[in-house]
């Protein structure tokens, strides 16, 4: 039985335009009116999920998807760096900072550490693997980056190396524990 997980990354809010932690904020008008423009061009899907957070809900409404909320989807805990920027905290915590980017198992912000993810992702990975035909989710960049590393086998490491530009699909297609990638096609384009 081979599985298909399409991993749909959010549309553009005003967190993600300021490289900020994720604050719970809406999506802009332009990243709503992205979103609207792509309905209708996912395939069908026999399941649709969605990460708890705002973005992720109001992209996959925007797409059209009944997405059910999975909490095992939720974006990454900065702990105390949420809705701060990225060079806000470089300028507060330089050391902790550098530490978390480099060190998959560090969590200096007091949330949820890049090792923690990829496991979370991992063992949602393995439970969508079990379910037949084709998956829909629209979830943080962040797992979509942990979900990418799991499947290629990469060190966690290699989590840093992905961009995962707005409102692009990764296909994840795989049987008995492997999966093969087929990475960042915009939505809208056939897929």
Known sequence: MTSRVILISPAITAALREARFDDGCSLDASGLRQAQEAAGTLPVAERAWSSPTVRCRETAGALGLQAVGAPELAGLDAGRWRGA???????????????WLSEPGAAPH??????ALCARVAGWLETAAQAPGRTLAVVEPELVRAAVVQALGAPESAFWRTDVPPLTAVELSGRSGRWNVRLGRPLGAPL
């Not at 920027?85 to 530490?99: K, M, T």
């Not at 007091?110 to 090792?115: A, C, K, L, N, P």
Request: no cysteine; net charge negative; aromatic share 0%.
């Open 110 to 115: 007091g949330g949820e550490s890049v090792r």
């Open 85 to 99: 920027s990225l060079a806000e905290v470089g300028e507060r915590e330089p050391e902790a900072l550098a530490r």
